[in-house]
């Protein structure tokens, strides 16, 4: 059982060193875990797990190994699977959230949900959504999620009311992963790595040298003298190109993540940001819409943005072969009578650090992804992920 334990930990990325794996036995010798497997999984995380972002990777090492163990209360991964549901059915949910101050003193038989909800999970064998009386969303049960009952126990889903005295089948560490997708604030942390300074512009002295200013007061004997020098500023100027529509559409709000963090950063002395559908072609778009005659000439933007401009592509690859090798592939605008790969080659030609962002790379050169495996040759890919964008981030700093 144990060894099995082991060799999932490192399929999962976890990094468990001998050492580590030897400390743990010695800990079950002693009896730390007082024969309890809750209490083996807090020991064995104490032991083996260095860093919060990898809680969720043990957490499913740990189910997937221990699963066999089960009690009346375990949750199938198809439950869950019919328990999820998009952003967009929570959003719309909201407004039935109201009455939730009305109910503050509302009392709750736990003994009686619990025992209907042992029973439900012993009976049902589909999908519910609404309802009273099965496991689903959006109904009056004391359990699933996003349903209009408080007080209960929460099966997946995201947290609503924050009344249920239970919650089963969640996956608490998920968003601590660094392979995770990206928030806002995890946005401005990676890109203050994008920032260079320089102190070369012809500008008055207004910023104090700290080291200079100690330096001249020791050698004029301990009186006070002030040493001013010219203000650094920064000297990275960043050009964000982002696929929007179609296959992009489900990204929409983390490509609006990336925008704001951009947008709100004062790392950059410049940043200029257009948008594409699929494929660069020979127009660029200047809103998200991508409207017709609303774009810049990709041409114009060669002659007037500088090769000096860091650029980074954000959009999944995920188009038509066609549309990356025909002269006529393109189904939105013109294209200039060149294909979509010419004009990814002729921006690479042009600008010296390229870097491509992709929210679902898929791994290798997936035979089933023919225009991300050529875009991966012309330009380094990464996943839109915490390690992705600091990878990607070091590349375009890279001298």
């Known amino acids: 059982m144990f060894t099995t334990f082991f060799y999932t930990l490192k399929a999962k990325g976890l990094d468990v060193s001998l050492s580590e794996w030897i400390t743990l036995h010695d800990a079950l010798n002693k009896g730390l875990n007082n024969s309890s497997l809750t209490g083996f999984y807090y020991m064995a995380r104490s032991i083996l797990v260095k860093n919060e972002t990898d809680f969720d990777k043990f957490d499913l090492a740990f189910e997937e190994c221990f699963k066999g163990i089960k009690s009346e209360n375990t949750i199938t991964d198809t439950m869950l699977e019919w328990l999820d549901k998009s952003d967009m059915m929570e959003l719309l949910h909201e407004e039935a959230r109201s009455f939730l101050n009305q109910s503050e003193d509302l009392q709750v038989d736990k003994e009686d949900v619990e025992t209907k909800f042992k029973d439900r999970l012993k009976d049902q064998d589909s999908e519910h959504n609404g309802g009273n009386y099965w496991i689903g969303t959006m109904g009056k049960t004391s359990f699933g999620n996003m349903g209009g009952n408080v007080g ?34 995890q946005f401005q942390m990676a890109f ?3 920032r260079q300074f320089s102190s070369k512009l012809d500008i008055p002295k207004t910023e104090l040298d700290i080291n200079q200013t100690i330096d001249a007061t020791c050698n004029n004997g301990g009186y006070l003298k002030i040493v001013m020098d010219k203000p650094r500023k920064n000297a990275v100027k960043l050009l964000l190109l982002m696929d929007s529509g179609g296959t992009m559409i489900p990204f929409t709000k983390l490509l609006n993540e990336l925008f704001q963090a951009i947008h709100k950063s004062n790392h ?8 594409f559908h699929n494929c660069i072609y020979s127009k660029l778009y ?21 090769s000096d401009y860091k650029v980074i592509i954000v959009g999944d690859a995920a188009m038509a072969p066609e ?6 592939g393109n189904y939105r605008g013109p294209n200039g009578g060149l294909s979509g790969e010419q004009w990814l ?5 042009h600008y010296k650090k390229v870097v491509w962002l992709n929210p679902k790379m898929a791994p290798g050169n997936a035979p089933w992804r023919e225009a991300e495996t050529a875009i991966k040759n012309i330009f380094p890919m990464y996943k839109l992920t915490i390690d992705g964008l600091n990878e990607a981030l070091v590349k375009l700093m890279s001298r």
């Open 286 to 306: 200047k809103t998200p819409e991508c409207e017709n005659g609303d774009w810049i000439d990709t041409e114009w933007m060669f002659r007037n943005i500088d």
């Open 323 to 328: 549309e990356l090798y025909s002269d006529t």
């Open 345 to 349: 080659l002729l921006l690479k030609q």
């Open 192 to 194: 203050r790595k994008l």
């Open 152 to 185: 209960g126990i929460r099966v997946g889903g995201s947290t609503g009311y924050q009344s249920a005295f239970a919650v089963m089948g969640a996956r608490k560490y998920k968003d601590f992963r660094n392979d995770k997708m990206l928030d806002n604030r």
């Open 268 to 275: 950059y002395k410049d940043v200029k940001t257009y948008y």
